[in-house]
């Protein structure tokens, strides 16, 4: 059974999120905190493996108590924000929150939301000794890229994303339906990204190479990247060297 604590100082929030959690029978609450102290002292007390954590919180905020109990010697619990303030997704997304819901949330949404965290806490007690592959400043690389769209915030798991492609100041994240603009760098985003998954095959392209299917010389000498979805990326002679490993396997 998986452990759950609800932190949030609305009664009326708890008792929503009790009452959507009963449809989630994998998941048991071991109890509520309607202050951050409450919360930190419920949590080092149950080891829970999940945190649904408000971010408004009446001593403390939401990320503070993330710090606190980060100080711990206990390993940190998935944790899913909700909350009626959208200009913290970002923030949660740094600190590698499972989700972030925003009230009034929808069923749908919860689940989502809640299944999300299962798979990683059952991942976890499957192997609980494996260790998230991490870049060159100690930071887990990403599994998800936070950004809004059309009045909406997006957690876009990176497995979905095919390339990346630089326009100006702006990357384009490209998945197998759809395209988003996002204002970033091509060399701050590839560092967040598992170096054995995408490699970078010129200065303004990123490939996916889950998507990749075969990597075939053109008649001027170069070389492309054709994808799945047949969609071909051109590839330069200076970031030709990055692919040598993935041909000689």
């Not at 759950?4 to 009452?19: F, G, I, M, P, T």
């Not at 309607?34 to 080891?47: F, G, H, K, Q, S």
């Not at 330069?236 to 060297?241: D, F, G």
Request: charged letters at 25%; one cysteine or more; hydrophobic letters at 40%.
């Amino acid at each position: 059974m998986i452990q759950a604590v609800l932190a949030d100082d609305e009664v009326l929030a708890r008792q929503k999120l009790r009452q959507l959690l009963r449809e989630i029978p994998e998941i048991e609450v071991a109890g509520e905190g309607a202050t951050a102290a409450e919360t930190i002292d419920l949590v080092r007390a149950t080891n829970p493996d999940l945190l649904f954590l408000d971010v408004r919180m009446p001593d403390m905020d939401g990320f503070d108590i993330v710090g606190e109990l980060s100080n711990g010697s206990q390993s940190l619990p998935c944790i899913i924000f909700t909350t009626a303030y959208d200009r913290y997704a970002l923030r949660a997304f740094e600190i590698n929150a499972v989700d972030y819901l925003l009230k009034p949330f929808t069923l749908e949404r919860f689940r989502a939301a809640t299944e999300r965290a299962l798979q990683q806490i059952k991942a976890k007690q499957q192997n609980p000794h494996a260790h998230a592959a991490k870049s060159q400043n100690g930071s887990p690389y990403t599994t998800r890229i936070v950004f809004k769209s059309k009045g909406r915030i997006l957690f876009l798991p990176v497995s979905e994303i095919c390339w990346i492609g630089a326009e100006e100041n702006y990357v384009r994240i490209c998945t197998q339906s759809e395209t988003h603009l996002l204002r970033e760098t091509m060399a701050h985003l590839e560092e967040k990204l598992d170096p054995s998954t995408f490699l970078r095959v010129h200065r303004s392209s990123i490939v996916n190479l889950q998507y990749v299917k075969e990597v075939r010389p053109e008649v001027d000498g170069e070389y492309g990247v054709l994808l799945n979805n047949g969609q071909k990326i051109s590839m330069s002679r200076s970031y030709r060297s990055r692919i040598k490993y993935w041909l000689d396997r």
